[in-house]
Nanobody, 117 residues
Framework: QVQLVESGGGLVQAGGSLNLSCTAS????????MGWYRQAPGNQRELVAS???????NYADSVKGRFTFSKDNAKNTVYLQMSSLKPEDTAVYYC???????????WGQGTQVTVSE
């Protein structure tokens, strides 16, 4: 059983910074991708950033240069440092773990990020 526990998020003014973290526990396969997705009201869930041994690190164009994604393999933890935040970054942010071989998808409970004008 895999669990993803997220922390961070909150309310910040435009131009500010927030940090998110997500730790995976349970039986973790090494052939995986971990990442962050976000979903704003009325919108589809979209990729923010992800990392895997196969595809490397990927960022959505909308966050490149502002967000930094990193992973601590020893802790099975991923981090998302968000800076120069914009109101359009407001969304629920979800941590994701995907297994390439079994194609299983795991999601965290989501954490709200709100950026005010």
């Amino acid at each position: 059983q895999v669990q993803l526990v997220e922390s961070g998020g909150g309310l910040v003014q435009a131009g500010g910074s927030l940090n998110l973290s997500c730790t995976a526990s349970g039986s973790i396969s090494s052939l995986n991708s971990m990442g962050w997705y976000r979903q704003a009201p009325g919108n589809q869930r979209e990729l923010v950033a992800s990392i895997s041994s196969i595809a490397g690190t990927n960022y959505a164009d909308s966050v490149k240069g502002r967000f930094t994604f990193s992973k601590d393999n020893a802790k099975n933890t991923v981090y998302l440092q968000m800076s120069s935040l914009k109101p359009e970054d407001t969304a629920v942010y979800y941590c994701n773990l995907y297994y390439f071989i079994t194609r299983e998808n795991y999601w965290g409970q989501g954490t709200q990020v709100t950026v005010s004008e």
